[in-house]
């Protein structure tokens, strides 16, 4: 937190869960937007603000809600990358764990990672446009 938002953000996005995106051509864009997002002291904040929602809101701290997937009536539609391992064995264990898999769906988007808003929009685009 000490070193400000530009060493966060690097040190942030060198993780193994961002490598896709890091080869993306929107990343140094991407990064400017990020740190140009706040100046000065603003900058500082931001930096407490980050890291306090990631220590609090990290995936890994949250309680599991596992016994709850089989009780969702509403449709519901996934979308992983198939470069983030984690996230596409967690969603398929979803889908197995759902009572009714005729609500919910999963889209494994080919050639990205973890942020598929960011590698691959029009995908994402196309398969929300499909699910509604």
Known sequence: ????LDA?????YAG?????LRRHPAFPRVLQMR???ADGGAAAAA?????????SMSTGRMEHM???VSRVRLPVKLVVGQADPKYVTI???MIKVARDTSTISL???????????????????SQLLAFY
């Open 1 to 4: 937190q000490e070193a400000g």
């Open 8 to 12: 966060f953000l690097r040190h942030w």
């Open 16 to 20: 193994a869960l961002w490598a896709t």
């Open 35 to 37: 740190s140009a997002s």
């Open 47 to 55: 930096v407490t603000e980050l890291a306090a929602a990631l220590t």
């Open 66 to 68: 596992w016994s709850s």
């Open 91 to 93: 969603n398929t264990h």
């Open 107 to 125: 889209a494994v988007v080919p050639r990205c990672g973890h942020a598929v808003h960011l590698e691959q929009p029009l995908v994402l685009l």
